[in-house]
């Protein structure tokens, strides 16, 4: 999609404007971001639909300048002013076909910390706080970071960019993101001169009536492709 000052255009007219987007090889792919965004510390999956959308947008908009790749959150990756802040239905679009690919899976986090508790010795017998009650999406992958990096060595190379450099200073970023959750993060967009222009008051179906709810949910994806149920 294709967007005019943060707005999104018609849809024919923006498949045709896309097209017309000279890709940088440098910049990584939306589901390239979303398995690097996972990978980089596997025993740390992304809370909530929001803040995989946020890190999705900061991996774009601030993390990719540290080494100096010039990447644009609006043509490279969709966001455009949302209320929430920046929002990106071309990423919602990716986590739903990641999903239905199978290199990520999405829980319920409940049932993760479950599955997580279960692991620890004298599960039983431990004073353990309640898991959330309320659905939240636990995002999660088995594809290696280095499988993802190893996409992008050629271009990386001439910015002198090496894959222990990377992958620690994406570590840490993604970590201070996760300690942020979502909350924390949306203030931090929203404190963020830099970050201004992607926030305003108007509601998603103000901008793009055709999505419904606004989201590409893993509620569309059959359960036994993310759950694992009805597999043998």
Request: hydrophobic share 40%; with cysteine; aromatic share 14%.
């Amino acid at each position: 999609m294709v967007f005019d000052d943060g707005r999104i255009l018609d849809i024919e007219k923006a498949d045709i404007e896309y097209k017309k987007i000279e890709v940088d090889e440098k910049v990584p792919s939306i589901e390239d971001s979303i398995l690097m965004l996972l990978s980089v510390l596997p025993e740390s999956p992304i809370i909530s639909r929001t803040l995989m959308m946020k890190e999705v947008f900061l991996f774009y908009a601030d993390f990719l300048k540290q080494f100096r790749i010039h990447s644009d959150p609006v043509n490279d990756a969709g966001f455009f002013a949302y209320k929430y802040g920046p929002y990106s239905l071309r990423v919602n679009i990716s986590l739903a076909s990641l999903a239905l690919s199978g290199k990520i899976t999405i829980t319920d986090y409940a049932d993760y910390l479950n599955e997580k508790r279960k692991k620890l010795e004298g599960y039983e017998n431990l004073d353990l706080p309640e898991a959330p009650k309320k659905y939240q999406a636990c995002f999660q992958t088995n594809v290696r970071f280095s499988d993802i990096f190893l996409r992008y060595i050629e271009p990386f190379v001439e910015l002198d960019i090496d894959y222990i450099t990377f992958k620690d200073k994406m570590g840490d970023f993604k970590r201070l993101w996760d300690q942020k959750t979502a909350k924390g993060i949306i203030l931090y967009i929203y404190n963020n001169s830099s970050f201004s222009r992607f926030v305003e008051k108007s509601e998603l179906k103000d901008k793009y009536p055709e999505a419904f709810g606004g989201r590409v949910r893993e509620d569309y994806i059959p359960r036994k492709l993310i759950t694992g149920e009805g597999q043998h």
